[in-house]
């Protein structure tokens, strides 16, 4: 099965930028959708970006005009561009990969350990 891992999170002052990455490593037949979402403290999990296989994206409305999603296949790594960061931008930031296991009527999910964002002068 697959274990993506985050990486890029960090501490960062109002208006700037960072960049997430995922990288999907173990054994599949093949990846569908992946995604990033965030948890901030006291609040449920919510989805912040996703990019399909044939690369239709979709962005929470909080996020629009300020992320970006892109994915590589070749290196099976999905990105995060997060500009004109906010405070309330703060929380920890998952990767989620849809992908098919040992064939395509084999459909899992995986989830990543998160990284902490935290947007603060």
């Known amino acids: 099965q697959v274990q993506p891992v985050e990486s890029g999170g960090g501490l960062v002052q109002p208006g700037g930028s960072l960049r997430l990455s995922c990288a999907v490593s173990?054994?599949?037949?093949?990846?569908?959708?992946m995604g990033w979402y965030r948890q901030a403290p006291g609040k449920q999990r919510e989805l912040v970006a996703t990019i399909m296989s044939g690369d239709k994206t979709t962005y929470a409305d909080s996020v629009k005009g300020r992320f970006t999603i892109s994915r590589d296949n070749a290196k099976n790594t999905v990105y995060l561009q997060m500009n004109s960061l906010k405070p309330e931008d703060t929380a920890v930031y998952y990767c989620?990969?849809?992908?098919?296991?040992?064939?395509?009527?084999?459909?899992?999910?995986?989830w990543g350990q998160g990284t902490q964002v935290t947007v603060s002068s």
């Open positions: 173990g054994t599949f037949f093949r990846l569908n959708a």
């Open positions: 989620n990969v849809d992908y098919y296991y040992r064939n395509l009527y084999d459909p899992r999910s995986g």
